[in-house]
């Protein structure tokens, strides 16, 4: 069976540090889980080059994909407020566990995406993802003279 290791240092005094008393304090170190609220998950290598195109309303990946025909985004929530998107192909809905693929393609996505709005499609062999962006109050309202109505 398997252990799981954590790392961490405890408050202990050895014989060797009882001489010594500033070395005997040490600090304790514990390692932090990698959570993040928002995480992209694309069906391709880890390896593999992705066009990242970031605009005022979304953020656009683009990778060559000449196997993939039909994808779909899906929406996973991991935990409350922790959401996944998996972009995987129509057909692999219900993947049997020997299939996983661990060594796939992940990128942390902004808290001010809008991940329920994801859409996949494949054209021309290129694999587009789009995930929009959430709208602030001030792209509606408009910045500056140039949204300030001017009577003539």
């Known amino acids: 069976m398997a252990r799981k290791r954590n790392i961490a240092v405890q408050n202990q005094l050895s014989p060797l540090f009882e001489a010594e008393p500033e070395v005997a304090t040490t600090k304790k170190l514990r390692r932090l889980p990698h959570v993040f609220t928002r995480v992209l998950q694309l069906p391709i290598p880890a390896d593999a080059d992705v ?14 994909t000449p196997e993939l025909v039909q994808v779909e985004a899906h929406i996973v929530q991991i935990h409350p407020g922790m959401t996944k998107v998996v972009v995987s192909e129509t057909v692999s809905l219900c993947i049997p566990f020997e299939d996983l693929h661990l060594d796939v393609w992940r990128t942390r996505l902004p808290d001010s995406t809008r991940p329920d709005l994801t859409t996949a499609v494949v054209v021309g062999g290129e694999l587009v993802v789009t995930v929009p962006k959430s709208v602030r109050a001030d792209d509606l309202r408009g910045t500056g003279a140039a ?3 001017v009577l003539v």
Do not use: G, K, L, W
């Open 147 to 149: 949204s300030t109505p």
């Open 51 to 64: 066009s990242f195109h970031e605009a005022p309303n979304c953020f656009r990946f683009v990778v060559e």
